[in-house]
């Protein structure tokens, strides 16, 4: 249609703009008008819609009376301003929208930063309470364990319980408030982005557990070249995470295997279990500190391990989802940057 309409167009301009020159009424500004409309809901733009009407006058002019071609060219020139109002228009729409557009992100921009601000006041608040709790705690637990040692034969079994349940509450809350401090300094770290090779790392982290539960059987398939770029700290820590979640979870599972692998050259790395799973109507709580969808009897826990994955993923860029079935096991995706387009 684009290669056909400028003829069409340029013929039907020329007998619109002949017969305003002859009548000059306002139906013949309306048809500028529309002309207008039709030539920008087609594509035609200002400088081809000039070129048009001046090809259409200089051939009028070339047959007008002597002496009428500065008359004729000023009523031609209403014509073609006619012609011209809808791109008018159509331009200053775009000028308002951008400039309501321009308000509204100058407006979030505030908001984003208010929010990074009270966010940042909040982490900060969360570590120093935090921080600040320690003390008093090792104070209950190391007195409790100096009663149990030095007492323990004058007390009676109802007291020793009520200490050993003490002792147990110091050691967990301490175990959430270390969770909490090693939360609150990830945001506070900075990023060191460097070549990692996430297969070694990886390799070392299943060593680790295995030294620490010999008696474990655990097949682990770990892909060859797995690289990303990013700080090595961190992403030990995701993988400590990620692979020591799954060996946790594994624990009850007859022929127990984890595997770490890339999906299908995308960049998104996977750790997959065949473990305990868990219903996916909760996933949202997985990342949420202290949220946990087993009971601490069947697989101890402080409920951070996942929000620490979440918070490292996010700082490199990237993001992180789960998949999983109750009794068929889990799998955890994630990426280590934006994803490209």
Not at 100 to 124: G, Q, V
Request: proline residues 3%; contains cysteine; negative net charge.
């Amino acid at each position: 249609m684009m290669e056909q309409l400028p003829a069409e167009f340029a013929n039907e301009y020329a007998a619109a703009l002949a017969s305003f020159l002859e009548l000059q009424d306002e139906a013949g500004l309306q048809r500028a008008y529309e002309l207008g409309r039709s030539a920008l809901n087609n594509g035609l733009g200002v400088v081809h819609l000039a070129t048009v009407h001046n090809r259409a006058l200089d051939a009028m002019l070339a047959h007008a009376a002597p002496g009428s071609a500065g008359r004729l060219s000023a009523v031609a020139n209403s014509f073609l301003t006619e012609c011209l109002s809808p791109f008018e228009m159509t331009l200053r729409g775009y000028r308002d929208a951008n400039q309501r557009l321009h308000a509204i992100n100058e407006e979030l921009r505030r908001a984003n930063a208010a929010a990074d601000e009270t966010i940042r006041d909040l982490e900060s608040f969360s570590y120093s309470v935090a921080h600040d709790l320690q003390a008093p705690l090792r104070a209950i637990a190391g007195f409790g364990r100096m009663v149990l040692e030095e007492s323990a034969a004058a007390l009676g079994t109802r007291a020793l319980s009520y200490l050993q349940r003490i002792s147990s509450a110091a050691t967990r809350m301490s175990d959430l408030i270390e969770g909490l401090l090693s939360l609150a300094r990830l945001s506070r770290s900075e990023i060191r982005r460097v070549e990692v090779d996430l297969t070694a790392l990886a390799a070392e982290v299943v060593a680790g557990l295995r030294a620490a539960e010999p008696g474990r059987e655990v097949e682990v398939r770990i892909q060859p070249n797995l690289r990303a770029r990013g700080d090595p700290r961190l992403l030990r820590q995701l993988l400590e995470n990620l692979i020591g979640n799954a060996w946790k979870f594994t624990a009850q599972t007859t022929g127990a295997r984890i595997d770490l692998g890339e999906v299908a050259g995308s960049g998104v790395l996977v750790v997959r279990d065949n473990g305990a799973g868990f219903d996916e109507a909760y996933a949202d709580k997985l990342f949420v500190p202290f949220q946990r969808l087993h009971r601490e009897t069947e697989f101890p826990g402080t409920g951070i391990g996942l929000a620490t994955v979440q918070r490292i993923v996010e700082r490199h860029g990237g993001r992180i989802w789960a998949e999983g079935k109750v009794g068929q096991g889990a799998a955890f995706f994630f990426s280590l940057s934006p994803p490209v387009g």
